[in-house]
C-alpha cells in the first residue's frame, strides 16, 4: 500500500517540523458532489480516454476481462469516440462538457448556502471518471484539514453501476491515507421531495406559461437487465420517483409513461425504451409530448442529444407535433435549496459550527 504524504503544517517559528504533541487543530467537515465524468474535451482521443476508464470499470461492464478487453480495445474504442465527437461538439458549453459545467455550479451553489447558513462545510466536485476526479476532490479536503467527509453521488436512483462504484472509488482513496477521515455516503434519494419538489414545480411553471401536452414521458436511463435480476433496485427506484412525481403533479396513470433510454451494447437492457415508444405513440396519434429526465440531475450528452436532439427528431418524422424536453434541475435555485437542506441533514454529530 503506497500512502500519499500527509500535508506538513508548518509552525509558526517557520520551522518546518511540527512540535508534540501536535497544537489542537479543529478537524472541519468536507463534502464531495460526484458525478459520472465526462470527456475533457470533444474530440476523439479525449473521449477515447473517458471511454476507456469509465468502460473498464468492472461495475458498469460485467462480463469477464478477458472476454471484454478486445471487445472494448477493438470495434468500441476504435469507433465509438469518432461517432460520438460530433455529438459532444453540438451540445459543448464555454466552460466545458454540460455535465460538469453544471455539477461545478451545483458545488458552488451548495457551498454558498451553507456558508450563508454559517456553516464551516467545504464543499468540492468529484468525477467517478475524469477531471476533477474523486481523489482529487478528497485529498483537497484533506489537505485543508476535512477529517470528516459525506460523499453525495449525483444520482437520485440507486444503481451498482453509478452509486456503488462511487463508495468504492472513495474508499479505495481512503485506503491510501494515513489519517483516514470519517467517511459517509449518501444512498439515494428518489422519492426525497427536497429532489422531487423543484422538479415538479419546474414542470407545472411550465405548464402553466405553456400549457399541458397529452403526455408527461418521464425518461430514465436505462441498465442490462441483468443487472437487475442481480438485485440492482434501481427499475424499483425509477418507478417509484415516477410515482411520486405524477403525484405531486396530479397526474393520473394515463397522463403519464415511464421509458428507459440510452441502451448500450447488445443485450436487453430494463424496457420500454424511449425512442421507439414515443415513436408509436407518435403514429398512434399522441402528437403533442413533454420529456423529463428525472434520472439526471444535471444535463449531458444523454439528455440534451439523445433526446433533445435524436428523439426529438425521431417523434416528429413519426407524426408527432409538439415536442418539449423539460431540461434537468441543473443549478436551479429551488433545487440549491433542497439540495443544500439534504446535504446538511447528512452531517448531524459532525463539527459544521464554527466556535463563538
Ligand atoms: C443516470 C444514471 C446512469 C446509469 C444508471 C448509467 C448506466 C450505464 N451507462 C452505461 C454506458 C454509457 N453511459 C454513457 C453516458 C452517460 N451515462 C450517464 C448516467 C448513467 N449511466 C450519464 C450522466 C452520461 C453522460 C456523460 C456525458 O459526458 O455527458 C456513455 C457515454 C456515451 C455513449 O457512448 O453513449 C456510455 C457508454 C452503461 C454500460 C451503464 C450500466 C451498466
Ligand atoms: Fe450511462
Ligand atoms: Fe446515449
Same mark, same amino acid.
Given at each position: 500500500m503506497? /500512502?500519499w504524504p500527509?500535508?506538513k503544517?508548518a509552525?509558526a517559528?517557520g ?18 458532489l460526484v ?6 474535451a470533444?474530440t ?5 480516454k ?19 478487453? @478486445?471487445?472494448?480495445n477493438?470495434?468500441i ?8 465527437? @460530433?455529438?459532444?461538439q453540438?451540445?459543448?458549453?464555454e ?6 459545467? #453544471? ?12 456558508s ?14 475524469? +477531471? ?7 485529498l +483537497? ?9 459525506l460523499?453525495?453521488p449525483?444520482?437520485p436512483?440507486?444503481?451498482?453501476s ?24 449518501v444512498?439515494? /434519494?428518489?422519492?426525497?421531495p427536497?429532489?422531487?419538489q423543484?422538479?415538479?414545480d419546474?414542470i ?8 399541458r401536452?397529452?403526455?408527461l414521458?418521464?425518461? /430514465? ?8 435480476d ?9 418507478y417509484?420517483?415516477a410515482?411520486?412525481?405524477?403525484a ?7 397522463? #403519464? ?5 440510452s441502451? /448500450?451494447?447488445?443485450a436487453?437492457?430494463l424496457e420500454p425504451?424511449?425512442? @421507439? ?10 402528437t ?13 450528452l444523454?439528455t440534451l442529444?439523445e ?6 427528431e ?5 407524426? $408527432?407535433k409538439?415536442?418539449? #424536453? ?15 437542506d ?6 448531524? $454529530? ?7
Open positions: 503506497r /500512502f500527509e500535508p503544517r509552525r517559528d520551522k518546518r517540523f511540527l512540535t508534540w504533541p501536535e497544537p489542537f487543530v479543529r478537524p472541519r467537515v468536507g463534502v464531495v458525478n459520472l465524468g465526462t470527456p475533457e470533444p476523439a482521443p479525449a473521449i477515447r473517458y471511454l476507456r476508464e469509465f468502460l473498464s470499470d468492472p461495475r458498469v461492464i460485467e462480463i469477464p476481462k478477458l472476454l471484454w478487453w @478486445p471487445i472494448l477493438g470495434p474504442l476504435l469507433a465509438r469516440p469518432r461517432k460520438l465527437a @460530433p455529438r459532444y453540438s451540445i459543448w458549453m466552460g466545458g462538457s454540460p455535465l460538469l459545467v #453544471y455539477t461545478q455550479r451545483q458545488t458552488a451553489g451548495v457551498q454558498r448556502i451553507l450563508d447558513r454559517g456553516l464551516d462545510v467545504q464543499v468540492e466536485t468529484g468525477m467517478r471518471y475524469g +477531471k476533477p476526479s474523486i481523489q482529487n476532490a478528497m +483537497k479536503l484533506r489537505d485543508s484539514g476535512c477529517e470528516h467527509i460523499v453525495v449525483m444520482y436512483q440507486y444503481a451498482s453509478t452509486t456503488a462504484t462511487v463508495v468504492d472509488e472513495a474508499t479505495r482513496v481512503a485506503g491510501h491515507m494515513r489519517n483516514q477521515p470519517a467517511l459517509r455516503f444512498k439515494r /434519494f428518489h422519492t426525497d427536497r429532489f422531487l423543484p422538479l415538479a419546474k407545472s411553471a411550465l405548464w402553466q406559461a405553456q400549457g401536452p397529452q403526455k414521458v418521464m425518461s /430514465f436511463h436505462g441498465l442490462p437487465r441483468q443487472c437487475v442481480m438485485g440492482d433496485p434501481y427499475c424499483r427506484d425509477s417509484e420517483t410515482r411520486a412525481l405524477a405531486l403533479l396530479g397526474l393520473n396513470d394515463d397522463q #403519464y409513461l415511464v421509458t428507459f433510454q441502451r /448500450f451494447g447488445p436487453k437492457w425504451y424511449t425512442e @421507439p415508444t414515443l415513436e408509436k405513440l407518435a403514429q398512434q396519434g399522441v403533442e409530448i413533454d420529456v423529463v429526465c428525472p434520472g439526471f440531475l444535471a444535463d449531458c444523454e442529444e433526446i433533445s436532439i435524436e428523439v426529438r425521431t417523434f416528429l418524422h413519426a407524426g $408527432g409538439q415536442f418539449r #424536453y423539460i431540461p434537468a434541475l441543473n443549478d436551479d435555485p429551488a433545487w440549491m435549496l433542497g439540495l443544500a439534504l446535504v446538511e441533514s447528512q452531517l448531524q $454529530g459532525w463539527p459544521t459550527r464554527l466556535a463563538k
